[in-house]
């Protein structure tokens, strides 16, 4: 049991280390959590620096989500799982769920990075990665979902909210339900994201949600449609 904790352990830290923060010290400038919308992920950073300091903010963010879910886990350990004096199914058990644990703890450390005050971003671009790594075959659903819901409405935070629940929603329907690891996993995920957006969510009640307008493509269309149906 004490592998398991270290290596959910260092997925935490790993998850803590902001791509914003990296992306500022190659590239200078100021900490993003002083400007824009304050937070520190892609999305900020494609408004606060442009579109290259924004991408190289999302590789890492990515990255470290996949790095979490698929190379910690598999990292070799002194003490071998017997050890624990588990029956071999439960070891089986442990090793299955490992990757969606440290795929979690990862996202929750760059939602909340200890070493940072827990002043995070919102856990999109992580999640992203992590379930890019262990739920493939949702990931163009949830790409499909995001970029859809951005044509339509700009909205980011909308886009990035159900494109989780998209994942969850696949589980539940093509995967292994919601009464299991994977089900656990994808709803644990799509909560944290729902929770990291709660803001986004008070805005958008109150019509305050800023939109990235430029993005709104199809949204700009319906609306022209609209009005000239209206017109006649």
Sequence with gaps: ????????????????????????????GG??????????G???????????????????DIGK???????????TWPSAWHLLGASSLTITELKTALPYGCGFT????HCFPFLLHFR?????????????ALLPAALPWMIGIF?????????????SMLAALAALLYVVIAGAGLNSTMGFFAA??????????????????SGKEHAFEKARVLGRLFDRWTDRWRGR
């Design 31 to 40: 900490d993003l959590r002083n400007e824009g919308s304050g937070n520190v």
């Design 65 to 75: 989500g996949i790095f979490a879910a698929l190379v910690i886990p598999l990292i």
């Design 106 to 109: 990862a996202t929750l450390g």
């Design 120 to 132: 995070g971003g919102k856990g999109v671009a992580t999640a992203a990665g992590v379930f890019g």
């Design 147 to 159: 970029v859809l819901t951005i044509l339509l409405t700009g909205w980011v935070a909308v886009a």
């Design 42 to 60: 892609a999305t900020n950073a494609l408004r606060a620096r442009g579109g290259s300091f924004a991408l190289g903010v999302l590789a890492i």
């Design 1 to 28: 049991m004490i592998e398991i904790g270290i290596k959910l352990i260092a997925a935490y830290f790993v998850g803590g280390i902001m791509g914003g923060d990296i992306m500022r010290r190659l590239r200078g």
């Design 188 to 205: 644990a995920m799509s909560l944290l994201i729902i929770f990291k957006h709660r803001s986004n969510i008070a805005n958008l009640m």
